[in-house]
């Protein structure tokens, strides 16, 4: 019924609020209000909330949105991993669990297993796969948005043009929608510690280097789904470097998890994978700690151009790397102060991630919520 | 009345619809549609339209959109001239003034001038100083959007903090709102050359460079306002150059139109401004031709950052340097094509600004018109 996803937009807070509460916010009139509500509580989208406190006579009844009246699905492919999780439509996490799976192996033995433990993890939940009002996807390449189709992904052979929304949505009969990874990781960094701040650059610094844009509070995509592509950028004095992407002194044929190990490797230290920096860094290593810094300041280059063009309040720089804590921070802000303009840089926080690797899923949760709580979408769900 | 802004974005098409035809849209009942169709006629900001044709019985009246109900004072204040128009609430410019004077001169005196030459002007135009439903601003330095007042404007001594919505409103008993001229300017070009983009980036390359970002078909402003700040990014091999922020290497120090013409001088030849270059190109000079490409190419470095962010599909090259034309474009395009990846400029075009010396009141009129006739303003407006 139109106007009845607006009006539930007001309830999402979680506040519980009576009928004439809802009328007075909104402006519609007392039968509208009722026919509205009647039709969310139907829905179980809200339930009764107790009772307001009466000035005399019986005290009005109460509605607040209920986040358990359905479940979402959630769910953070990586490169070597799946995470999922069901959680309810407050993006709550019910149960998560964690799969090695070689992203390369393709498409269908990739989602088979996304729909095989998808079920189980339902069931754990002691939820019906009935209850699923939508999935929501990470993939580790560019997806365009629309059709959710991965394009021409670097790491992903066999995926390109995929139709993932249709293979999954067969299977589980529910809504699909995906994303890139750094996308959705950002959706997670500012659910869990920004849900207040409306332009977010969330960077991921792991074997590549990318970043999601969050602007006036929703993801920036850009015309074709490939914003936020901070690894190919070029970096001063990066020549040196031949990049995966064909380029010389991309940023992160410089900057990476991967390029920091490759240095330290040829420096003679053990090293293969990001977290193998990130423990030589918390064992003290000094040559490890210097290149981790100035990975970061080189990263801090790319970061102050990105300020000056997008003039976030919040940066949270996350992926494996970033696990290395202060050192590379450190650098980060060296830079960035530096040389951004005082005004974009004179309310900037440069933090690290907070949600650790539970961001994915949980930003997978919010990338579907949202789209499956749009106040048209709602409209067309109690209907 | 609430919803009657709702559907007035609907008429803001200028197609006429019937009342049945609205129904259908909105999914709004008949007598819904009648109360808010009756608040729009008493407002003139809908009219009738005629009637529609008939399939039996008395024909339906049909209703669009009146855009000469109420007009606009839309202002482009530069660093040394001030341009004027009345437009209508489609933007349509309806007479137009243009004056020299220096913004250094301080607020008081270079409003005083809007003030009178706006009344004469809406004289001129045979309205009212009473039809005016508010005044677009465009100012040549950082404003803070929320309060309209300049933040540490470079160029404009006296202006830092000053209310520029609180004096000119006073004056004209209207709705201002104040933007940077750079946004003002993408918001008019946008109107002008592509109203069906969403992703669009404005370079203005004048005395100084700066761009304005539509994402989502709405700027986006940043944090603190000062989002898209292009100039003071720096540049490879730019150390040479003192810029007037205090940093070395930053792209106006090396690519503007004052930094060509430093150039230019400094190897013999008489120029003082970008128009002087322009007039050189356009006299055929080779070393001012080189001048420009190699200023096109510079910028397109910062440009190839500002495509692997952002990936919008249009960038506008506006500004009295841009005036160049092809030197300066194809400088720009040769850089940016080499350095982006292939999926952010599959879809892009680099172009040179249509609006001319008009995008900046194009766009005033667009900013205040987008403020007075959103849905909740109109709502305010109806009642």
Redesign the interface.
């Known amino acids: ?2 106007g009845t996803g607006a009006l539930f937009q007001i309830l999402r807070d979680g506040v519980p609020r009576t009928r004439s509460e809802l009328a007075t916010i ?3 009139g007392r039968s509208s209000i009722a026919q509205r509500v009647d039709a969310l509580l139907g829905s179980a989208l809200v339930g009764p909330a107790g009772e307001a406190t009466s000035t005399g006579g019986r005290p009005p009844a109460q509605f607040a949105f209920n986040p358990s009246a359905r479940i979402t699905l959630a769910v953070d492919v990586g490169a070597t991993h799946v995470r999922l999780a069901v959680t309810d439509l407050a993006a709550h996490v019910l149960v998560t669990d964690w799969h090695s799976i070689d992203v390369a192996l393709g498409p269908e033995k990739v989602l088979r297993l996304v729909i095989e433990r998808g079920r189980e993890l339902i069931a754990e939940a002691s939820r019906d796969v009935g209850a699923l009002i939508g999935v929501g996807i990470g993939l580790p390449g ?1 997806v365009e948005h629309a059709t959710g189709k991965p ?2 992904p670097p790491i992903m052979p066999g995926w390109d043009g995929f139709d993932v929304p249709a293979f999954v949505g067969a299977e589980l009969g529910a809504t699909v929608i995906v994303d890139n990874d750094v996308n959705v990781m950002a959706l997670g960094e500012r659910f869990v510690g920004f849900r207040d701040v ?2 977010l650059l969330l960077v991921k610094v792991a074997t590549g280097i990318g ?1 999601g ?1 969050i ?2 509070g ?1 993801l ?11 690894g ?3 970096v ?1 004095n990066g020549e040196h470097a031949l990049c995966r ?1 064909g ?1 010389r002194g991309c940023l992160e044929a410089v900057a990476s998890g991967a390029a920091v190990a490759v240095a330290l490797r040829e420096s003679g230290l053990e090293v293969a994978t990001s977290r193998d920096v990130v423990a030589l860094v918390r064992a003290g290593s000094v040559a490890a700690l210097h290149a981790v810094r100035d990975a970061g300041r080189t990263i801090g ?2 970061l ?3 300020v ?6 919040v940066i949270v720089i996350g992926g494996s790397l970033s696990m290395a804590g202060d050192p590379l921070l450190a650098g980060v802000r060296e830079v960035v102060y530096r ?6 840089t ?3 926080r440069i933090v690290q991630a907070a949600a650790g690797d539970r961001s994915g899923v949980i930003g997978a949760a919010c990338l579907v919520i949202d789209d499956v709580l749009a106040p048209a979408a709602v ?1 067309r769900y109690v209907s």
């Open positions: 019924m139109e909104t402006g519609l560019p394009r021409n409306d332009q970043s844009i602007s006036h929703e920036h995509r850009g015309a074709d789904g490939a914003a936020g592509d901070l190919h950028i070029q001063p992407c380029n280059e790319v102050a151009s990105a000056s063009l997008l003039n976030p309040s040389r951004s303009l005082p005004l974009a004179a309310n900037l409209d």
